[in-house]
């Protein structure tokens, strides 16, 4: 299973190459070449998440490893279904090299396959867990679009309906991200009063996606209340992946608490 692994790790790679070169030089050709790889990485990565969960006999989602590893997988799919639904062909030059980091950090992790711990056999393992995947996922490539935004307004690259449209759909990667994190704290707080007789522990964990799920609510009350748009939205989703990454990573490596398994 490790060559599948590493095999969808080489062809993302291969295709955010292609992606590059095919920017630079303006080559459709090679930009047609770095989808078509992009698609046959997503192949392979999926193969691979099947493998492993038979293998393992549960869903792949227990440790940091496999989180990492499907956490890079929903970016790739979140870029898939937009892509020819919304015509995003832009979105790749930004999405591609996100998958590929995460894809990376998955690949410093342990990859054993290890039993489940005695907390996260629940009923409520999937739904939750699941749930971070999507959430943690469109918030990326939210932070993507509004990176794009930016580097279009910057180069005077795209009209304005251009970026009208990358503003609104960073918006509604937002609302479905956000959807989907409250899905998290909240199944969360049930499986916690089941697993510890406590819906809120204060766990590292459990702050700091307290915190993320703060800062998106800001951010949409902000769009939806406040009637902001443009370039400081771009910016606050740009700087709202870095925490997406801490609570997702960051918090797991520098603090001990109840989800250190995961």
């Known amino acids: ?63 940091q490893f496999e989180f990492a ?9 979140m870029l898939i279904v937009m892509r020819p639904r919304l015509r995003t062909d832009w979105l790749s030059v930004v999405a591609m ?33 699941g749930s971070a995947v999507l959430s943690y996922a469109a918030f990326v490539i939210a932070g993507c679009i509004g990176l794009r935004y930016l580097l279009s307004v910057k ?39 089941q697993a510890w007789s406590a819906f809120w522990t204060w766990d590292p964990k459990e702050v ?10 800001v951010y949409l009350h902000l769009r939806l209340r406040m009637k902001r748009k443009g370039k400081v939205m771009a910016w606050f989703l740009v700087i709202a992946v870095p925490i997406v990454f801490f609570t997702f990573a960051g918090v797991n490596t520098l603090m001990h608490g109840m989800h250190t398994y995961g």
């Open 155 to 193: 180069k005077g690259s795209a009209d304005e309906r251009a970026l009208a449209q990358m503003d609104y759909i960073s918006y509604r990667m937002v609302a479905f991200g956000f959807l989907f994190l409250t899905v998290v704290i909240l199944s969360g707080a049930i499986w916690a009063e």
């Open 208 to 217: 700091w996606a307290l915190i993320t799920w703060i800062i998106y609510a």
């Open 69 to 77: 590893n499907t956490f890079a997988w929903g970016v790739a799919l």
């Open 1 to 63: 299973m490790k060559a599948l692994f590493f095999a969808a790790f080489a062809i993302y790679g291969a295709a955010v190459i292609l992606e590059f070169t095919g920017t630079a030089f303006k080559k459709d050709r090679l930009l047609k070449a770095a989808w078509y790889v992009f698609l046959a990485a997503f192949a392979v990565h999926l193969v691979f998440i099947v493998a492993r969960g038979i293998a393992a006999k549960r869903l792949p989602l227990s440790n």
């Open 97 to 129: 090299p996100a998958t590929l980091l995460v894809m990376t950090y998955a690949a410093l992790q342990p990859m054993e396959i290890k039993d489940l711990m005695p907390a996260l056999r629940s009923a409520w393992f999937g739904v939750h867990i």
